[in-house]
């Protein structure tokens, strides 16, 4: 059974750094796309960033770029996500999530999920 399972949420102040990492078994790791989602109170989720698992290319979302990093560990099936320079409007549950299609250069707006983790929160606030 696939599951892909978030950790490494919580609160932070403003400025701060948090690592997710997103745990993922039950299907063959290598084929996959692996992104992070997002979702604020009263907002849409929205793409952040996305893996290939396959090639190691990676797509983020403008309001992260240079502040957040998408990286994997394939002994491990993990892929984490690195967020420095915290603001108060990146606070939103972070999903995991995977696309099963081959893709060498993937892009966060043209993700097709087939699975979900269960997500976990952030919150940057002083």
């Known amino acids: 059974q696939l599951q892909l399972v978030e950790s490494g949420g919580g609160l932070v102040q403003p400025g701060g750094s948090l690592r997710l990492s997103c745990a993922a078994s039950g299907f063959t790791w290598d084929y996959y796309t692996i992104g992070w989602f997002r979702q604020a109170p009263g907002k849409e989720r929205e793409g952040v960033a996305c893996?290939?698992?396959?090639?190691?290319?990676?797509n983020y979302t403008d309001s992260v770029k240079g502040r957040f990093t998408i990286s994997r560990d394939n002994a491990k099936n993990t892929v984490y996500l690195q967020m420095n320079s915290l603001k108060p409007e990146d606070t939103a549950v972070y999903y995991c999530?995977?696309?099963?299609?081959?893709?060498?250069?993937?892009?966060?707006?043209?993700?097709?999920?087939?699975?979900w983790g269960q997500g976990t929160q952030v919150t940057v606030s002083s």
């Open positions: 999530a995977a696309d099963g299609r081959v893709i060498l250069a993937p892009s966060i707006a043209t993700m097709n999920i087939d699975y």
């Open positions: 893996i290939s698992i396959t090639s190691g290319g990676t």
